[in-house]
T-cell receptor, first 113, second 112 residues
Framework: SQQGEEDPQALSIQEGENATMNCSYK?????LQWYRQNSGRGLVHLIL?????REKHSGRLRVTLDTSKKSSSLLITASRAADTASYFC?????????????FGKGTKLSVKP | EPEVTQTPSHQVTQMGQEVILRCVPI?????FYWYRQILGQKVEFLVS????????KSEIFDDQFSVERPDGSNFTLKIRSTKLEDSAMYFC??????????FGSGTRLTVV
């Protein structure tokens, strides 16, 4: 089954606007993580939210988790051109082993100056 | 900020050859992982490694693949007899559940 599916697949906004990306998953999770990837580069861990948490903030990032709907959202406020990247959610499944993250296909965010 | 270091950044190899991808995880981490990302596709889990042995491996991680921690710092992924479909970005990561994982910048493997 597919896990960690993000939408939209692509998002284009102006600098200063907020960007919201969504992620849905199918099975029970231990935690859900968001990563960022600049074109052709590595994955950068942004934020982790545990299954018993509903909201988490880190700087301009806000993540919510709704385990009843099996969904999460990542909000980037006051976006900057440097936020242009692909954003992935990854689920750490309940009962699974460490590190066996299941990634979505990602949302490609483009922030125009 | 501690980093996971991967070498080489890009490797081109002939089909059928063996390749070794190298990683230096963060020094006080105990769990290590390999993932791969075929161009345009999802990042996929390959294997997790703890206490000098494989903890879990995916269906992708067949007999063609092996991992090793040859010394106290390096963590390697060996691919024997490479195939065209092994062309991908390979990411090493270290870290622990509920704290997030640190990924390296990846090795782009091109099999020709």
């Amino acid at each position: 089954s597919q896990q960690g599916e993000e939408d939209p697949q692509a998002l284009s906004i102006q600098e200063g606007e907020n960007a919201t990306m969504n992620c849905s998953y199918k099975t029970s999770i231990n935690n859900l993580q968001w990563y960022r990837q600049n074109s052709g580069r590595g994955l950068v861990h942004l934020i982790l939210i545990r299954s018993n948490e509903r909201e988490k903030h880190s700087g301009r990032l806000r993540v919510t988790l709704d385990t009843s709907k099996k969904s999460s959202s990542l909000l980037i406020t006051a976006s900057r051109a440097a936020d242009t990247a692909s954003y992935f959610c990854a689920t750490d499944g309940y009962g699974g082993s460490q590190g066996n993250l299941i990634f979505g296909k990602g949302t490609k965010l483009s922030v125009k100056p | 900020e501690p980093e996971v270091t991967q070498t080489p950044s890009h490797q081109v190899t002939q089909m059928g050859q063996e390749v070794i991808l190298r990683c230096v995880p963060i020094s006080n981490h105990l769990y290590f992982y390999w993932y791969r990302q075929i161009l345009g596709q999802k990042v996929e889990f390959l294997v997790s490694f703890y206490n000098n042995e494989i903890s879990e491996k995916s269906e992708i991680f067949d007999d063609q693949f092996s991992v090793e921690r040859p010394d106290g710092s390096n963590f390697t992924l060996k691919i024997r007899s490479t195939k065209l479909e092994d062309s991908a970005m390979y990411f090493c990561a270290s870290g622990q559940r509920n704290y997030g994982y640190t990924f390296g910048s990846g090795t782009r493997l091109t099999v020709v």
